[in-house]
């Protein structure tokens, strides 16, 4: 069964703490992505990946930090540096770039008190 | 910078009426692609628009890129309960690689 697998659904971190979330594909896609989403904002980007060890940051990348060790996998690590962490998070994936349809996973709603 | 604007943001229809979104890009895009978010879930792709006055049906969901691609339009025909969620389009800029979305309309249908 192809798809995108984020865990966890739900997390939930003190102020102050680095998290990183997961972004699992196993479409063979080349091009992967981070967005935030905000009530009412729609989609922002934070980081794209268009090859393994390779990376661009996106609109909002200040207190995100992603690697791009292996083709299936993108985590984002949201650091203590990121003034508004509590947000939707979607990673996304595509065959090529983003001139192509992107893939979405389930996404994880991340909470910090 | 690079923007699309998408309105309304907000709509509140009664079952069998009909619903437009529209989208206006500051710049020409190479494509427009378009996307639906039920609630609680993810974006997902409904279509891609490429060429210049494109239109494309999908059963009772019609969308139109404008002549200069710098607008686009997804119109739904008599509404149904199933057809609530966001729609967002998304405009893709060849010049830097870029896809940019819109705020998004919510939909919301009255049975």
């Known amino acids: 069964d192809g798809g995108i697998t984020q865990s966890p659904k739900y997390l939930f971190r003190k102020e102050g703490q680095n998290v990183t979330l997961s972004c699992e594909q196993n479409?063979?896609?080349?091009?992967m992505y981070w967005y935030r989403q905000d009530p009412g904002q729609g989609l922002r980007l934070i980081y794209y990946?268009?090859?393994?060890?390779?990376?661009q940051k996106g609109d909002i990348a200040e207190g995100y930090s992603v690697s791009r060790e292996k083709k299936e996998s993108f985590p984002l690590t949201v650091t203590s540096a990121q003034k508004n962490p509590t947000a939707f998070y979607l990673c996304a994936s595509s065959i090529r770039d983003s001139a192509y349809e992107q893939y979405f996973g389930p996404g994880t709603r991340l909470t910090v008190t | 910078g690079q923007q699309v604007m998408q309105i309304p943001q907000y709509q509140h229809v009664q079952e069998g009426e009909d619903f437009t979104t529209y989208c206006n890009s500051s710049?020409?895009?190479?494509?427009i692609q378009w996307y639906k978010q039920r609630p609680g879930g993810h974006p997902v792709f409904l279509i891609q628009l490429v060429k210049s006055g494109e239109v494309k049906k999908q059963k009772r969901l019609t969308f139109q890129f404008g002549e200069a691609k710098k607008n686009s339009s997804l119109h739904i025909t008599a509404t149904q309960t199933t057809d609530v969620g966001t729609y967002f389009c998304a405009g893709y800029m060849e010049y830097g690689n870029k896809l940019v979305f819109g705020a998004g309309t919510i939909l919301r249908v009255k049975s």
């Open positions: 479409l063979n896609h080349d091009a």
């Open positions: 710049t020409t895009l190479s494509n």
């Open positions: 990946s268009q090859i393994v060890n390779d990376f």
